[in-house]
């Protein structure tokens, strides 16, 4: 174990900020980015070593990593805050998945930064945190929630998703109201569910309700309940999904179907907190924390007078943006590798595996009904796969004429021919969005093929494809290529 290095004391700025990292070329790649900056940087490659300097040499912030060998960085940040409560510690995680990123709010992490990261996030990360520190911020202390213990088993590796991770670790413990946008299949009703279990309201009822699924004349009641006789058929009284989640989480899916004037009783519900069953006389108070979801554009929906916009500024406090899987496609083979497994779990079947060839013809799939559908391919060839390693001829046909073959065709020129087959192929399937559909998997060719050519040199790969480095790094990114 040892200190490695230690940049010569500026004379204006005394901001000190710690790298601890056991592996050298994060600690390296930090360095380098914080270089030019007015404050000294110290690098461990041991959080024990760091612990040892830190009476004595307090830093302003400190930069750790989450996996080490002699020491976890949650451990260890527990430890700096037991001599110090107020340095600011950032978390890098290179496996992050949703647990880390809440327990780091949970506990009093400044910041969690997902690897690989963005350098210029991560030093406006750090800048922000020495701000903080030198102008004596204060440090939010969350309640921890028995739940926090339970595995939530979300994937997400890719960073869109990472993002998603980072507001649930954000919002959890807090009872503000918050909106899940994302298309069918994303997961939204996990998120929500999600959002329950991490909040302090775990204990309590979590009660979801789907505005498009029950007909209209219904839904007043649905979820404000009725009093006997409050309409013909009212046999007898009714509680509705308000009063069930009384202390919990209602989920409110699909939002951007409620009925104008439900918007108007919701949005009175949400500011005074009482509302009245149908046909009842006695206001019933309820602590609902609401977390509504749709797939619909908002604010489109206030232009067309859909939707009232002041209920949407009352339920868009936080906005969560699931994205679709086409756009983060690296968790693609986490996904199939995880519902493969609990498919089979769940059946009492052999697990299966994939072909390397499939996972990736897979991969590049556009999957209009998102995690659902990819789910409802797992349990299918868990069924009917007939070997233990899945190869492309036992996909479903659907699968099998899916975009990518249409379009690895073998004469170049034919390709807008193949896309139009391909988009005709879509929309007779009775889908909408085929833009959205198309122009990511359009994207994604271009980028691989421009990065490919340049051996991942972005710059040049940025050159070939006639955009400048942040425009590629920004679309990288929002693909899943990183
Ligand atoms: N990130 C994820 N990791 C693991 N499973 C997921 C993930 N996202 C979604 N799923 C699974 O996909 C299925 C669909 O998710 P969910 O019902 O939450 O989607 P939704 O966006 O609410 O859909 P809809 O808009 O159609 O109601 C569920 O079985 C859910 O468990």
Redesign the pocket.
């Known amino acids: 174990m040892t200190e490695i290095t230690q940049q010569p004391a500026s004379t204006h700025d005394q901001a000190v900020v710690w790298i601890v990292d056991d592996d050298a070329s994060i600690r390296w790649v930090l360095e380098a980015a914080l270089e030019d900056k007015p404050y000294r940087v110290k690098l461990f490659d041991s959080p024990t070593l760091a612990l040892k300097h830190l009476s004595s040499a307090p830093p302003t912030v400190i930069v750790t990593d989450i996996r080490m060998p002699d020491m976890d960085g949650m451990t260890f940040m527990e430890a700096v805050h037991e001599v110090d409560a107020k340095i600011p510690v950032i978390i890098m995680t290179a496996h992050a998945d949703l647990n880390t990123a809440v327990r780091s709010y949970q506990s009093k992490a400044f910041e969690y930064l997902p690897k690989p990261f963005d350098i210029d996030e991560a030093i406006s990360l750090i800048e922000r945190a020495i701000k903080r520190q030198l102008s004596g911020g204060r440090v939010v202390k969350h309640r921890a929630t028995a739940s926090s213990k339970q595995p939530l ?4 590796g890719a960073p869109a998703m990472q993002e998603v991770f980072r507001i649930i670790g954000r919002v959890s413990q807090l009872d503000v109201t918050v909106l899940i946008n ?1 298309e ?7 998120i929500a569910q999600a959002l329950h279990e991490l909040s302090p309201r775990a204990d309590q009822p979590f009660v979801a309700l789907n505005t498009a699924a029950i007909p209209r004349e219904l839904l007043e009641s649905e979820l404000f309940g009725h009093e006997k006789g409050a309409f013909t058929g009212a046999h007898s009284q009714r509680i509705g999904r308000f009063e069930q989640a009384n202390g919990g989480t209602l989920f409110l ?1 699909e939002i951007g179907d409620m009925p104008v004037d439900l918007q108007t009783r919701l949005l009175r519900v949400l500011n005074d907190g009482s509302f009245y069953r149908v046909g009842g006389r006695n206001p019933i108070h309820a602590k609902v924390r609401i977390v509504a ?1 749709t ?1 619909q554009n908002m604010e489109q929906l206030v232009r067309e007078g859909r939707f009232r916009e002041d209920l949407l500024y009352r339920l868009n406090i936080i906005r969560i943006k699931i994205p679709a899987l086409r756009e983060r496609a690296d968790d693609i083979p986490l ?1 199939l590798k ?1 519902y493969m497994s609990k498919e089979a779990k769940s059946l009492g079947l052999e697990e299966k595996h994939f072909d390397k060839d499939v996972e990736v013809f897979l991969s590049r799939l556009p999957w209009p009904g998102n ?2 559908q990819l ?1 409802s391919l797992c349990t299918w060839l868990t069924i009917m796969a007939p070997d233990k390693l899945v190869r492309m001829e036992d996909l479903p046909l659907e699968f099998r004429q899916g975009p990518t073959q249409v379009v690895s065709g073998d004469d170049n020129e034919d390709w807008p021919i193949l896309l139009r087959q391909w988009a005709d192929q879509f929309l007779a399937s009775g889908q909408e969005g085929l833009h959205t559909q198309a122009e990511p998997m359009f994207e994604r060719v271009l980028i691989e093929a421009a990065l490919q050519a340049s051996q991942f040199h972005r710059q040049n790969a940025a050159k070939l494809l006639g955009w400048g480095r942040n425009t590629l790094t920004r679309k990288s990114q929002a693909l899943g290529l990183e």
């Open positions: 088993n979300i994937i997400g994302g069918t299949g994303t997961g939204k009703e996990l899916d979801a797939h996904l995880f995690v659902r789910r």
